[in-house]
C-alpha cells in the first residue's frame, strides 16, 4: 500500500496566520507578510520572536529553522540598498544567505479580538474583555438579485465564502421578493426566457456582508453558484464599527485591587525592574485598559471608556501630563508588553500542525536595558 504524505510549505504557515490575523487589518504605516524567502519552500522548522535580529538569525540556522515568524517588521521602512551597512542590512543578508525566509505580523495580530492585548489581558486575569477602539471601513455589503429557485444554492455558497457575520451571529441577511426584467440579444443563452423577448421574474434582491479581505473569494462564490450568465451585483463600502478588529483592549478584574497591590501586579506580570507611572489617585482598580507597545494615540479612548488605569508604553515625558488625573497610566516598556506575542504563533501553529518544529527564541531582542 502506497502512503502519500503532503510535503508542508512555509506557504501552509502563512496561511493559518493570515486566516487568524488578515494582512487587510494591519495600519497604513506597517510592512507585515513575507519579507524574504520563497513561500513554495518546504517548511523544516519555525523560530518564533518578537524581533528578527542577526542573532536571531543565527539560532534560526543552528536550529535548522529555515522560516522566522516575528512581530516587528525587520523592513520597516524602504531599503535602498543592501550592503551590510546597518543591522538590518546585515540581517537580511545573512537570511537570505542561508535561505531562511522572515514572515512579520505586527499590527495585524496588534489589531484582532484574540491577538496581542487578549494576550496581555489574560496574562492580568482580565475578563469581559472587548475592543477598546474598533476600526471601520473594514466590512463591505453585497447586494445580489437571485431567482427564487436558486435562492438558497447562492445564500449558502455566499455564507461558505465568509458573509453574514455580525459580531457573535453568522449567517445573517436580508432577503425581500420582487420582480427583476430583462431581455437577451441573439448573443445570449438565458437561463430563463427567451432570445429577444421581454422576461419577467419573481427574483430575491439578497443583502449581506462581508469583510474585504474575502471579496474577491466572495464574488466567486457568488459567480459559480448563480444560474444567470450575467450576473448583477452592487458592492458598497461601510463605514460600521467592527466590534472584533480594533486596537487596545479594556476588561475588569475579577476582584478590584488597590493600586499599589495593582502595581505589583504588573511588575510580576511583566517581569520588569520597576514601574513608570503617573501619580496615584487614592481609588481602587476595577477596568483596566491595556495597548501592547507605543499607546499613547489611546489614551483619549481610556479614559472616554472610563477605564481605572491604561497600560502600553512609549509615553513621552509631556504626554503623561495629559492623563490630568483621571486615569493612572502605567508604562511598562515596549518590548515587555508584548513578549508575549510569541505564545500566540506557536499556539496557532501548533493546533493547525501539532508535530512541527516549533521553537520559541531564547535571545532577548529588547534594545533597552536597566542599571
Known amino acids: 500500500m502506497l ?18 490575523a488578515p494582512l487587510a487589518y ?3 504605516y506597517d510592512n507585515c507578510g513575507l519579507l524574504t524567502g520563497n513561500k513554495k519552500t518546504e517548511a523544516r522548522g519555525a523560530l518564533l520572536t518578537l524581533d528578527c535580529t542577526e542573532a536571531v538569525v543565527e539560532e534560526a540556522i ?14 520597516f521602512s524602504g531599503l535602498k540598498k543592501i550592503t551590510g551597512a ?24 496588534d489589531n484582532v479580538k484574540l491577538g496581542v492585548n487578549k494576550k496581555i489581558s489574560e496574562k492580568l486575569g482580565l475578563e469581559n474583555t472587548k475592543i477598546l477602539a474598533p476600526k471601520n471601513n473594514l466590512l463591505k455589503k453585497l447586494v445580489t438579485f437571485v431567482p427564487v ?4 444554492q447562492v445564500l449558502q455558497a455566499l455564507f461558505n465564502a465568509g458573509c453574514g457575520h455580525i459580531g457573535n451571529y453568522d449567517n445573517c441577511s436580508f432577503n425581500a421578493e420582487g420582480t427583476g426584467t430583462f431581455r437577451g440579444n441573439d448573443n445570449t443563452k438565458p437561463f430563463i426566457g427567451k432570445v429577444n ?56 478584574l475579577q476582584t478590584p485591587m488597590n493600586e499599589k497591590d495593582f502595581l505589583s501586579l504588573v511588575k510580576k506580570t511583566f517581569n520588569v525592574p520597576f514601574i513608570k507611572h503617573t501619580q496615584l489617585l487614592n481609588k481602587s482598580i476595577k ?23 491604561y497600560i502600553t508604553a512609549d509615553f513621552k515625558y509631556h504626554e503623561y501630563f495629559d492623563t490630568e488625573n483621571k486615569i493612572l497610566l502605567i508604562d511598562t516598556g515596549h518590548f515587555e508588553t508584548e513578549q508575549f506575542t510569541p505564545e500566540i504563533f506557536s499556539a496557532l501553529i501548533q493546533k493547525k500542525f501539532p508535530t512541527f518544529a516549533l521553537r520559541l527564541s531564547k535571545i532577548n531582542t529588547n534594545p533597552v536595558n536597566y542599571f
Open 197 to 252: 423577448e421581454l422576461s419577467q421574474e419573481k427574483e430575491i434582491r439578497l443583502e449581506t456582508i462581508f469583510e474585504i479581505q474575502n471579496e474577491h473569494k466572495v464574488i466567486s462564490a457568488l459567480l459559480n453558484a448563480h444560474p444567470y450568465e450575467e450576473v448583477a451585483y452592487d458592492i458598497y463600502n461601510l463605514s460600521n464599527k467592527h466590534p472584533q478588529v480594533g486596537s487596545g483592549m479594556i476588561g475588569e
Open 3 to 20: 502512503l502519500l504524505f503532503r510535503i508542508m510549505s512555509i506557504e501552509d504557515i502563512i496561511s493559518e496566520i493570515e486566516n487568524f
Open 86 to 109: 546597518n543591522y538590518v542590512e546585515r540581517t537580511i543578508i545573512k537570511a537570505i544567505q542561508n535561505n531562511i525566509a522572515i514572515y512579520a505580523c505586527h499590527t495585524n495580530i
Open 287 to 309: 477596568k483596566v485598559a491595556v495597548c501592547g507597545g507605543s499607546g499613547k494615540f489611546l489614551l483619549k479612548n481610556a479614559i472616554s471608556a472610563q477605564a481605572d488605569v
Open 26 to 28: 494591519q495600519e497604513d
Open 149 to 152: 429557485s436558486h435562492h438558497e
Open 62 to 75: 543552528e536550529n535548522n529553522c529555515n522560516l522566522i515568524v516575528a512581530h516587528h517588521p525587520v523592513i
